[in-house]
């Protein structure tokens, strides 16, 4: 069972990951185990300073939470022992394999129960997508190219507080979303109708389909990820929907940030009630796991 109850089992048929099994989270430091100039995946200087103000701890989680991976990432911020150490965020493990995928994780210091919390949808909040991407190439947590990077629903992830897993985009993913560039979305309005087959790898079924929104975007370093993913769900839900209501929605989704090889990146959304009215065997999903290279 998950830390909410939930079976490890997703819905979608996609098995989360036991992290405390492969990595082992105990001792300090160890969690789990529009044409405009493109940039790239990167800054290429560091994330901005320290934000003021803090999330609601009645909807985003108390900080005396036992939660283990906030409790490690409070430890190894504490004594500088993470692997990349920030006021406003770490970089630790992330799950070992048996590919033996280099992986991370960046973690707020800020309490934050995961993607459903509305503060990171403020301009309060650090750019968490953006630290990610720097620290994929900082040692020592550079992750192979093309780097990826993808968040978990509340149902899918196995801690309560929020990561962002920092690892390899999974080639066949993105082979299948350059494709299918015709059909992605240029702007965020047209993202909430787009429909797009991408192939993934289920640890019980192997490589499938699952299908996703597809943004195409140009860069993100001043960018809320997490508003323009609100944003659209308010014209996903249709004429008369509302910030509150799509901020309702939030929880059940994934959000996975791919490069293009052209420039600028996919910005990659889903979730497990998602169809394509063309295809009505198509699933969504509620992971970022099957896009990435983080298992088997």
């Given amino acids: 069972m998950g830390e909410n109850g939930v079976p490890e089992t997703a819905a979608d048929g996609l098995s989360r990951r036991h992290f405390v099994r492969a990595s082992g989270l105990t001792g300090a430091g160890v969690v789990l185990s529009t044409a405009c100039q493109i940039p790239a995946l990167a800054s290429d200087t560091p994330p901005p300073p320290p934000t003021a103000g803090g999330p609601d701890p009645t909807v985003c989680g108390s900080p005396n939470s036992m939660d283990r991976l906030w409790v490690s990432m409070q430890r190894c911020h504490g004594n500088n022992s993470c692997l990349q150490n920030g006021d406003d965020y770490v970089v630790m493990p992330g799950n070992n394999n048996t590919s033996g995928y280099t992986n991370f994780i960046l973690v707020p210091t800020q309490r934050i129960n995961g993607i459903e919390c509305p503060w990171i949808c403020n301009s309060h909040a650090p750019n968490y997508w953006d630290a990610a991407a720097y620290f994929a190439t900082r040692p020592p947590t550079v992750v192979r190219t093309p780097v990826g990077l993808g968040i978990n629903s509340q149902r899918a992830r196995t801690f309560n507080q929020l990561h962002i897993h920092m690892a390899t985009a999974r080639p066949v993913s993105r082979n299948d979303l350059e494709a299918q560039q015709s059909i992605a979305a240029r702007n965020i309005p047209d993202w909430a109708h787009t429909r797009v087959s991408v192939r993934g790898f289920s640890e019980q079924l192997g490589v499938l389909p699952h299908v996703y929104r597809v943004l195409i975007w140009p860069g993100f370093s001043h960018d809320n990820l997490f508003d323009m993913l609100r944003t659209m769900l308010v014209h996903a839900l249709g004429q008369g929907a509302t910030v509150a209501d799509a901020q ?7 959000l996975i940030v791919i490069p293009r090889t052209s420039g600028g990146y996919f910005i990659v959304n889903s979730e497990t009630q998602l169809r394509d009215p063309n ?13 990435l290279l983080l298992h088997p």
């Fill in 248 to 254: 309702e929605q939030m929880r059940f989704q994934t």
């Fill in 279 to 291: 295809n009505h065997q198509l699933a969504g999903t509620n992971t970022c796991d099957p896009l």
